[in-house]
């Protein structure tokens, strides 16, 4: 390919969608914190940008199949509802999106031609949205004629690299809450049990961040490899902190401020919002370090408790953020025994009064068996009240004062 694009053609290009070379630089510098390579890096990110991905003169534009499975279309969503003009739109033309069944223009058979002709000349990224459903043979989905787990697997057999984008394609998400008659389960799981080694970038979150999947795309596009990941397949630069660790209201954490009732001048304060069921020191995202919207606000900075939707196991359906942290405003998460759901706090009550009935029970059977006559016994007069009368302490009858000391030969 030809990719000998000039600065001023670039330029151009910013300045027909309304984009400062500022704007466009303070960009760079953001994706380049996001794949770890510090702001410092900024330029190299442009250049990058410039000379071999966004300012190629003809194409040399990276292939991208964007493939739903089950999903509620939520984190094509988020991707795609970006303000315009923005310096993201710009970033958008560093792929060839050749595939999506929600972004693309063309629809029908010529759509599933253009992702047929992706997959056999290869070398290309595979999004993946939504659970993968085993339900029914597998026909709990089907699209064009086959089952999505068959779509799957012919698309992630060549990839590259598969991101599973989304805490549904993680590990099934919403789709594999109890009792998950679709068998909904995430995309790491279902390749491995095919036994397809292509390798697995998680991402979830519901909707995750926009700027989470640009940070993966400039990992493969700069720099030609894989983004480091922890031992879920998770982004460590994206997942390798708490949720809490970079909070905003942290401070007040620590100095034991709480908000307990919504509505409260604490709430009006700022005040922590952990005893409302915030699940930030559980889990591991950083959604106050990249906050949404252009890094307008976030969840906890618009007063919404954390409801953990990045916790996403992706070697077990049954550890989804919705199993793993409903209710949402409650501190502690529903415990399931079959059918059967209960609050911790309701066992602890329950088991108290078992106890302090068995007890109960117990001091009347002591009673009625005849073990507890009387209770023990106690001195009418102290000891020493008695050889003492004139300096007793404690009040009592004359006569039993008289005749207590008269027992012990008491002072007279």
Known sequence: MDNEATVSEFQGMLDARGVSRRSFMKLCGTLAVMVGLGEAAAPRVAQALEESVIGASQGDLYPVI???????????????????PDAAAV?????????????????????????EQTI??????????G????????????????????????????????????????????????????????????????GIATPVINIPGCPPNPEWLCAILI???????????????????????????????RGHFENGEFVYQFGSP????????????????????NCGVVRYNHRRSWCVEAGAPCIGCCEANPENPGQNWVEVNTPFYKRHRDLRIGDFVVQPGTIALGVTGIVAAALVVHGFGMKAAGRVPKGADFEKVRAWDAKHP?????????????AASKKKGGNQ
Request: contains cysteine.
């Open 219 to 249: 990992d493969v596009l700069l720099l030609d490899k894989l983004p480091e990941l922890n031992a879920e397949n998770k982004p460590v630069q994206i997942f390798g902190q708490t949720v809490h660790d970079n909070c905003q209201r």
């Open 266 to 285: 604490e709430e009006a304060k700022g005040y922590c919002l952990y005893p409302l069921g915030c699940r930030g020191p559980q889990t591991k995202a």
């Open 131 to 194: 659970a993968v459903l085993h339900g029914w043979g597998g026909n709990a989905l089907r699209i064009a004629g086959k089952t999505g787990n068959e779509h799957l697997i012919e698309a992630a057999e060549h990839a590259n690299a598969v991101v599973a984008l989304g805490s549904c394609a993680v590990n099934g998400g919403w789709m594999a809450a109890h009792p998950n008659p679709a068998g909904a389960e995430g995309v790491q799981m279902f390749l491995k049990e095919q």
């Open 120 to 129: 056999k000349a290869g070398n290309y990224i595979l999004v993946y949205e």
């Open 91 to 115: 970033v958008l033309e560093m792929i060839s999106l050749n595939y999506s069944e929600t972004l693309s223009a063309a629809a029908g058979w010529s759509m599933e031609e253009a992702k």
């Open 390 to 402: 004139d300096k007793a302490i404690g009040v009592y009858p004359k006569e039993d004062l008289e």
């Open 66 to 84: 964007w493939i739903e499975g089950a999903s509620c279309t939520g984190c094509t969503e988020a991707f795609a509802q970006l303000d315009a």
